[in-house]
């Protein structure tokens, strides 16, 4: 079993900073990718921004050259440094692990709240 925790989630004002940072324990595959959606009320979630074990990236068209992810695989943990902050950059975000081992199987974590607001 795989568990997620969220953190770093909070509010700040347009133009400003924030890093989301999502740690994950548990039967981890080394072998596996991790992830960032978002969700605005009234609105479909979508992907932010992935990155796969090896480091391949990609972004969300909205995020790009704003949003980094990386991510540490010795401590399997997942960041989003967001910059250049949005009010439409508000939302719910959640991190995601996908991984195959003994088949595939996704995690999700709770979800941490962004607010975007002057």
């Known amino acids: 079993q795989v568990q997620l925790v969220e953190s770093g989630g909070g509010l700040v004002q347009p133009g400003g900073s924030l890093r989301l940072s999502c740690a994950a324990s548990g039967s981890i595959f080394s072998n596996n990718a991790m992830a960032w959606y978002r969700q605005a009320p009234g609105k479909q979630r979508e992907l932010v921004a992935s990155?796969?074990?090896?480091?391949?990236?990609n972004y969300a068209d909205s995020v790009k050259g704003r949003f980094t992810i990386s991510r540490d695989n010795a401590k399997n943990t997942v960041t989003l440094q967001m910059n250049s902050l949005k009010p439409d950059d508000t939302a719910v975000y959640y991190c995601?692990?996908?991984?195959?081992?003994?088949?595939?199987?996704?995690?999700w974590g709770q979800g941490s709240q962004v607010t975007v607001s002057s």
């Open positions: 990155i796969e074990s090896g480091g391949n990236t």
């Open positions: 995601k692990l996908r991984q195959y081992r003994w088949g595939w199987s996704e995690y």
